[in-house]
C-alpha cells in the first residue's frame, strides 16, 4: 500500500532534474510484457529493446558532449541508459529467469546486445555509403538501413530458432 502511495508523491511533487526519461523505460517493460503476452519470443525483443537503447544512448552522448569536461560521453550514456533500463526488466521478474535461458545467457539480454550490435553495423554502412558516394543513396537511408537489418535479422531469427 505504501508503495502506491509513494509512487503518487513521486509523480506530483515537482523536481528539480531526472536524468532519464521514465517513458522509455516504461516502453521497454510494457513492450517486453507485450511481446511476451502475444507469444513473441524474448530474443525477438530484446533486438528492438537493444536498438532503442543504441539509438537513445548515442543521442544522449551527442547532448553530453556539449559539455567539454566529460571524457567519455558515448560510453557514460549508454552505461547509464542499458542500466536504468535492464535493471527494472531484472527487478520485475521480465529477465533473468533461469527457465529463459540460450546459450547460458538470458534471451532478453541476448536479444539487447544482438540489436545493439545490428543497429551499430547498419549505421556503419550508412557510414560507409555515406564515405564512398559523398552523398545518400536514399532519403532517409539512416533509418531504414537499420530497420531493414532489424527486421530482417528478427525474421531470421523467428524463422531459424521457432
Known sequence: MWYSLFFFLFLCIPYFVNAFCP????????????????GVDDVITGIWVGALLY??????AQWIARWRWVPTPEFISAAVWYVITLWPLYGLGMAGAHTLLLWGLDRLLVGVFL??????????????ILHIRGTHLFPYQRVTL?????????????????
Not at 522509455?24 to 502475444?38: F, K, N, Q
Not at 539509438?55 to 544522449?60: D, E, H, N, Q
Not at 537499420?146 to 521457432?162: H, K, P, Q, R
Open 115 to 128: 540489436g545493439t550490435a545490428i543497429t551499430w553495423i547498419a549505421l556503419l554502412l550508412h557510414g560507409y
Open 55 to 60: 539509438a537513445v544512448s548515442m543521442l544522449t
Open 23 to 38: 517513458v522509455c523505460v516504461v516502453g521497454a517493460v510494457a513492450g517486453v510484457g507485450l511481446g511476451r503476452w502475444i
Open 146 to 162: 537499420t530497420l531493414v537489418f532489424l527486421f530482417v535479422f528478427s525474421v531470421v531469427w523467428y524463422v531459424a530458432f521457432n
